[in-house]
């Protein structure tokens, strides 16, 4: 159960609720995450050209990302693995909503891990060292001025909005971010949850244990962009099987797979599946 309460916090610590416990979950996510951030994909001498241009695109979210506050920073370190989030992975528009949304509304008191944390991912990368933009985290998360702010804090990047923004412009009835970020993800919620509320998702399989899903669907995993992006990421798990498990235990676990484009069609063919 602890663990099960752990994964429900990564989920909802960025918008702005408590941390739970003082600790913090999904550590190894936390540390790629913030390595990725400021750091961003290795170039290879064998990347094709659609993997160079996953790669700019993700080096494009990175600076999106290191554009949010030190807290948002955290945020967005803990709720996301960087998989979900990186060019090619997710969709534009999503990623937008998500990132005007990472804010906290309230300056978060980080447990001493985190602190921790960015301190030895220093220690470990000389880049991080020289990087103006990493040093001024963990130098301000915890600092006595940022606990004493209490009041909510407008987010970085609507305060940009606003300042550029004309008198029209300004005057002109516009939905709120946080509502075009809930009608978007409500559209998409039939796609991913068949309308069942979801208690917490689980990913990040080790990649040793995929060929035990057989030679036919281990073959169409390997096939997949995903996969291809996630071996010249590095690392040693993959989002290409995920599960989600529903609150109601007399709901069925969704477990869902990432299989190439050709090979998905392969195997439509093969089980006989009917368009809905």
């Known amino acids: 159960m602890a663990g099960k309460r752990e994964t429900q916090v990564s989920c909802t610590v960025g918008k702005g609720r408590p941390f739970a416990k003082r600790r913090l979950p999904q550590s190894a996510v936390f540390r790629r995450n913030i390595l990725m951030i400021f750091l961003g994909p290795k170039n290879s001498t064998f990347d094709s050209e659609d993997v160079k241009f996953r790669k700019e695109s993700t080096r494009r979210r990175c600076e999106i990302i290191r554009g949010l506050s030190p807290d948002g920073i955290i945020s967005w370190a803990i709720a996301y693995a960087p998989t979900l989030w990186a060019g090619g992975s997710m969709f534009s528009d999503v990623f937008d909503c998500l990132v005007d ?16 944390t960015l301190h030895k991912l220093k220690e470990d990368e000389e880049t991080l060292q020289k990087s103006l933009e990493y040093c001024e985290v963990p130098s301000v998360i915890n600092s ?3 606990q004493l702010q209490k009041l909510p ?11 550029d923004s004309t008198t029209e412009a300004q005057n002109a009835p516009q939905p709120s971010r946080r509502k075009q970020r809930e009608t978007l993800l409500r559209d998409l919620a039939p796609l991913t949850t068949s309308n069942a509320d979801i208690d917490y998702r689980c990913s990040e399989a080790p ?18 962009l995903q ?21 109601d235990r007399k709901q069925d676990i969704s477990i869902t797979l990432r299989v190439g484009y050709e090979k998905g069609l392969s195997m439509i063919e093969t089980f006989q599946l009917l368009p809905m």
């Open 101 to 116: 949304d990472i804010e906290p509304e309230l300056v978060q008191p980080w447990p001493t891990v985190i602190q921790e």
């Open 144 to 146: 006595p001025s940022n």
């Open 153 to 163: 804090r407008r987010r970085k990047r609507e305060r940009i909005e606003d300042e």
């Open 207 to 224: 990649i040793i244990q995929i060929p035990i899903l057989g030679v036919v669907l281990f073959d169409a995993v390997q096939s997949s």
């Open 227 to 247: 996969w291809e992006f996630e071996r010249n990421l590095g690392g040693s798990t993959t989002d290409c099987l995920n599960a989600l498990v529903p609150i």
